[in-house]
């Protein structure tokens, strides 16, 4: 069944099957295994063991090849998209003029494909509501972006509220230049990690070979010996799991999840259920420090929603609007920011009340902000909430680099395993020269 998983997935990222094909790369990676166990003095079964975890690991080693691939186009075709759409959707105005437009200008491929078929199903669909909503919900699942679904959401309200809309287009444009501006350095990060995991697996085992090597040269053979052949063994299927946990950690593309938000919900729980009861129970340090870094990622997404809102709504309606797209993790607030409001809505103390157990600064100064303009104080309305998109722009920005720093978290790790294992290695060859040496000179008394 995993196999046929496997297969499915690498059909699903563009990989053609043949028998042909496969065979001749199959090939290929036992000729490799055949020279690798041949430098490192491996025969018999030590060889044919080396081959056969080649053979297993190769397909994975594919899907990680073609996943990067795959997550680098939608990268590329999500991005121009959106550029497009916001351009053409600027002169206007409406879902599907700005559909056909982004379609005569985009090559041929995935994306268009998904823009015909959204074209197809607002002009052929009669009788139903929302209809260029589930259009556009289409793009959104072949390409699951956030920053695709908020724009889409914005070009929804504008049709169908009106409404001056031309500075929310620019503030957009500045946040899709600023997340492809991330992307785009994320992949160079990701390129610059797997060659420093690859030089450091490759030095580890030339410098394990180069001891034994030494050791023959100086007719102090070690590399019959069968610890010796186990260990080199060992260590060469180590490595190689190793480069491949690290390629297929940054196989992961730009539009794949990398947080667990019921778990995060938990975590959320147990701490209010500990302030709560005025009692710290265990784990309750690294529970509270895991979510608050969680809501300074999810904030300014929650933030950008109201603020495109706030462009046909007032403040409490647009808080309220915002609750069924907003991330899991702030809905309990939210749900209690909502009740506040609703008993206290000219209160400031319901939006200084929100997220105030995590004592983020930002939050803080963006919620006083949003209550300054529901009183209609602190200066032009438009202009305020101007203030706000760009206030939420550079917090988004910073969240997504804190994004971008946790999914590669733990490769440092990865990088300093082969040296592990390559000490382990030479451990044990210096332990058999050592027996070797006092070996021979026994024999020669």
């Not at 501006?181 to 797997?194: A, F, G, S, T």
């Not at 462009?311 to 647009?318: F, G, I, K, L």
């Not at 027996?435 to 008394?445: D, N």
Request: proline content about 2%; hydrophobic content about 45%; charged content about 20%.
């Amino acid at each position: 069944m995993k196999r046929k998983l496997l297969w499915d997935e690498l059909y699903q990222y563009g990989y053609v099957f043949s028998w042909k094909k496969s065979l001749g790369m199959y090939g290929v990676v036992v000729a490799f295994a055949l020279l690798l166990g041949q430098y490192f003095h491996l025969d018999g079964i030590y060889l044919v063991l080396l081959c056969g975890w080649c053979a297993f690991l190769f397909p994975f080693f594919l899907r990680n090849l073609y996943r990067n691939r795959y997550g680098q186009l939608q990268f590329v075709e999500a991005n121009t998209y959106m550029e497009q759409f916001l351009y053409s959707f600027q002169k206007s105005g409406k879902v599907l003029v700005t559909l056909k437009d982004v379609e005569k200008l985009l090559a041929k491929g995935r994306m268009h494909t998904c823009i015909r078929d959204a074209i197809t199903y607002i002009e052929k669909t009669y009788g139903e509501n929302q209809v260029e909503a589930k259009a556009l919900s289409r793009i959104e699942q072949e390409y699951p972006l956030q920053q695709m679904a908020t724009m889409h959401r914005f070009a929804l309200q504008v049709e169908q509220n009106g409404g001056e809309y031309g500075e929310a287009i620019l503030l957009m444009l500045d946040a899709r230049r600023m997340w492809a501006d991330r992307e785009y350095e994320l992949l160079k990060e990701k390129k610059r990690k797997r060659t420093q995991i690859l030089v450091s697996v490759v030095v580890s085992l030339l410098l394990c070979s180069a001891f034994v090597y030494v050791a023959n040269g100086i007719s102090m053979t070690i590399s019959d010996y069968a610890l010796v052949k186990v260990t080199t063994l060992a260590t060469l299927l180590i490595d190689l799991w190793i480069f491949y946990v690290a390629d297929k950690k940054l196989a992961s593309g730009s539009m794949e999840k990398t947080c667990d938000e019921k778990d995060l919900l938990r975590q959320y729980e147990k701490v209010k259920r500990c302030d709560a009861a005025g009692k710290r129970e265990l784990g309750y340090g690294i529970a509270k420090r895991k979510v608050t870094r969680a809501l300074q990622k999810v904030f300014p997404q929650w933030l950008l929603e109201v603020s495109l809102l706030l462009q046909s709504e007032n403040v409490q309606v647009a808080i309220m609007e915002s609750y069924e797209e907003a991330p899991l993790l702030l809905k309990p607030e939210l749900r209690q920011l909502i009740q506040d409001l609703q008993q206290k809505p000219t209160d400031m103390e319901p939006y200084l009340a929100f997220l105030q157990t995590y004592a983020l600064p930002e939050v803080q100064s963006s919620m006083k902000m949003l209550y300054s303009l529901s009183e209609g104080t602190g200066g032009n309305a438009s202009s305020q909430i101007s203030d706000i998109i760009r206030r939420n722009q550079l917090l988004f920005d910073q969240a997504q680099k804190m994004k971008n720093e946790d999914a590669l978290g733990g490769l440092y790790a990865l990088f300093l395993a082969p040296q592990l294992t390559g000490g382990a290695k030479m451990l044990v060859d210096m332990v058999m020269l050592f027996y070797v040496m006092m070996a021979s000179s026994i024999l020669q008394m």
